[in-house]
């Protein structure tokens, strides 16, 4: 089995910043993409960034300048730093990885529990 676990949410000012880890574990073969999606009550998950094994990131348009998206292959963890944080940002954030593990023939796309991040003054 595969499992994903994120760190690192919580409450912040308006303009302040936040850092959020999620480390893949288990009977792990290769990962190709991780991202961070995220989802407030009412409304569908959205992809936040994304980067693959080789370090090619994609992000939605409201985070750009301001969210960064990096990994550690060696450790199996994706990293998504946060600058000038907006209200907006307040969300439940996931982290999805597409893994190629053992005991399953194909990749598969696995979540982590999510991480609450608060953005308030």
């Known amino acids: 089995q595969v499992q994903l676990v994120e760190s690192g949410g919580g409450l912040v000012q308006p303009g302040g910043s936040l850092r959020l880890s999620c480390a893949a574990s288990?009977?792990?073969?290769?990962?190709?993409?991780m991202g961070w999606y995220r989802q407030v009550p009412g409304k569908q998950r959205e992809l936040v960034a994304d980067i693959t094994n080789g370090g090619s990131s994609n992000y939605v348009d409201s985070v750009k300048g301001r969210f960064t998206i990096s990994r550690d292959n060696a450790k199996n963890t994706v990293y998504l730093q946060m600058n000038s944080l907006k209200p907006e940002d307040t969300a439940v954030y996931y982290c999805?990885?597409?893994?190629?593990?053992?005991?399953?023939?194909?990749?598969?796309?696995?979540w982590g529990q999510g991480t609450q991040v608060t953005v308030s003054s």
């Open positions: 288990g009977s792990i073969f290769s990962i190709n993409v």
């Open positions: 999805k990885a597409k893994v190629l593990s053992s005991g399953r023939p194909w990749w598969n796309d696995y």
